[in-house]
């Protein structure tokens, strides 16, 4: 009887540590996709520095937690229906303190979340 509990005991022990290495490689794959977006969701500086800066934002984000990137992304990317409606829309001018044969950019990224309201099921 004893041998057959714990021949239980470790399939079921076996099972939960095969569930559990799942989900924390779930996590990890979870976690380098927020250091892509998260790198690659804002650009700026000339044709000569956009590639230094893209490395500079993949640097950064190289060693933050799975909480840090989450905060990151909800404080730079993600965007509210208030702050789209708030922001002013985006205009293309060339400032005169900078030299028109040199090209700037600066391209960012963001999500809007709009807020979904739940709906019971309809009973019949």
């Not at 702050?83 to 060339?94: D, N």
């Not at 400032?95 to 044969?101: H, M």
């Amino acid at each position: 009887m004893n041998v057959e509990v714990s021949h239980e005991v470790a399939r079921h022990q076996r099972e939960v540590q095969r569930k559990l290495g799942r989900f924390l490689f779930r996590i990890q794959q979870y976690e380098r996709l927020l250091k892509a977006l998260v790198s690659d969701a804002k650009y700026e500086g000339t044709v000569d520095s956009a590639e230094a800066f893209r490395d500079q934002r993949v640097q950064k984000f190289a060693t933050k937690s799975l909480g840090q990137l989450l905060d990151e992304l909800r404080n730079s990317y993600l965007r509210s229906d208030a702050e789209v409606a708030a922001s002013p829309e985006l205009s293309v001018s060339v400032g005169q303190d900078q030299p028109v044969e040199r090209l700037t950019m600066s391209f960012q990224a963001s999500m809007q979340m709009t807020r979904m309201t739940s709906r019971a099921p309809k009973q019949t």
